[in-house]
């Protein structure tokens, strides 16, 4: 067994190792060359491990989410020696200290080996879902607060609104033309926003979940976490602008509508909860000290 640096021409391999090790998973859609070659582009590191004839038995890189440093890990069934030597020459290239990485609550085999590899459970990663079957209804706002929609220059105000909502990089410049590449029909009016006396001070993005929907041929959409600057907070805000983006999806005619969000966050499972959501899976989220 040994370790070599990922190159592009094996993405073939590297594919195929990948719909091998996670066929069965959770609403798994099969990877294709194009999109798993963009999402290790992004990787700070990326290692192969491969057997005596040349095949990949394993893939590791190392990434980074608003929250921080994340490692993802890829094995044939049961080669666990394999995973204990990709994160052993990973783990050290972290520019953090610590790492996290997201298991399937159900793989127990999984959880069972970060476990034993020092990492430790820290959170619990919903995902909930609602059926579009009625409009909801919206709360009144406090006085100066209006809902609209994103105006066309208002781009660097949302990024600079959902980063200092979530106090990290949750989006860069560039994104509503990426969300808008998977969705032609994307635009600035899926974007839900509160404005109080003029200022920009709530979000919540409304999208088409479009690998799920093209590959079960289902018609679902996606929210993206409500975004509050702190000082409005506890106001009605998020739960008049998932009404107002549920709403918007149905009348786009979606039937369900998917969203994430952390289980200790618990006025925003609430407030889902009352808008009919339910929690219909879970990852757990493992972290690991690696210096310091």
């Known amino acids: 067994m040994r370790l070599q640096p990922y190159h592009k021409s094996i993405l073939p391999k590297v594919v195929s190792l990948l719909n091998e090790a996670e066929a069965g998973s959770y609403e798994f ?18 290692l192969l491990a491969t057997d005596a004839q040349d095949g990949i038995t394993g893939l590791a890189y190392l990434g980074r989410q608003w929250y921080g440093e994340t490692i993802t890990l890829y094995i044939r069934t049961g080669q666990w020696e394999v995973g204990d030597l990709l994160l052993s020459a990973l783990e050290p290239r972290t520019q953090t200290e610590e790492l996290s990485t997201s ?7 999984r959880l069972a080996f970060l476990l ?7 959170s619990t990663l919903y995902q909930m879902t609602a059926e579009l079957d009625r409009r909801r209804r919206l709360r009144h706002l406090p006085t100066g607060c209006v ?24 989006l860069r ?22 404005r109080c006396d003029g200022q920009l001070v ?15 041929h289902a018609n679902r959409g ?21 009404a107002q983006a549920m709403n918007f999806l149905r009348e786009r005619g979606m039937r369900t509508v998917c969203l994430h969000t952390w289980e200790r966050n618990q006025p925003a ?22 210096r310091g």
């Open 29 to 46: 859609i099969p990877y294709g060359e194009e999109g798993l070659q963009a999402e290790l582009k992004e990787a700070s590191s990326v």
């Open 103 to 109: 298991v399937d609550t159900f793989d127990r085999e």
């Open 116 to 122: 034993e590899r020092g990492y430790r459970a820290d």
């Open 147 to 170: 809902i609209g929609t994103l105006k066309t220059d208002e781009e660097e105000a949302l990024i600079q609104l959902a980063n200092t909502a979530y106090a990290g990089e949750r």
């Open 173 to 194: 410049p560039g994104t509503l033309a990426q969300w808008r590449a998977q969705n032609p029909s994307f635009g600035t009016d899926w974007v839900q926003v509160v």
């Open 202 to 216: 709530a979000t919540v993005v409304a999208r088409f979940d479009r690998e799920y929907n093209e590959y079960f």
């Open 222 to 242: 996606y929210l993206g976490p409500a975004a509050t600057l702190p000082s409005y907070r506890g106001k009605g805000l998020s739960q008049a602008l998932t």
């Open 269 to 290: 499972v609430r407030l889902t909860t009352n808008l009919g959501f339910r929690v219909v899976h879970e990852w757990r989220i493992l972290a690991k000290r690696v």
